[in-house]
């Protein structure tokens, strides 16, 4: 496994600490694995790939915990 695939991995699994922990505790290990196996597919392809792959994959991970803050912000002004 490349450096960059490596680090990628760290980060990634370290952004998923921005989903709830029950989440994290039923799909976390999966999501880590598909993430990896997408990403040492396309550093077969090309390091542009790999590059886009990796940025796609990070750009959708925080989706849920703003979703989330939305969501609390609104009960919360409901509650008021």
Partial sequence: MSVVIRLATRLYSAMLRLYP???R???GAEMVTVFVEAI???E???RR???VTILREFRD???PFY???GTISHIRSQIS
Avoid: D, K, R, T
Wanted: charge should be negative.
């Fill in 21 to 23: 922990i029950s989440f």
């Fill in 25 to 27: 505790q039923e799909f």
């Fill in 40 to 42: 040492v597919e396309a």
């Fill in 44 to 46: 077969g392809e090309s």
């Fill in 49 to 51: 790939h790999l590059l």
């Fill in 61 to 63: 991970i925080p989706y």
């Fill in 67 to 69: 979703a989330n803050i």
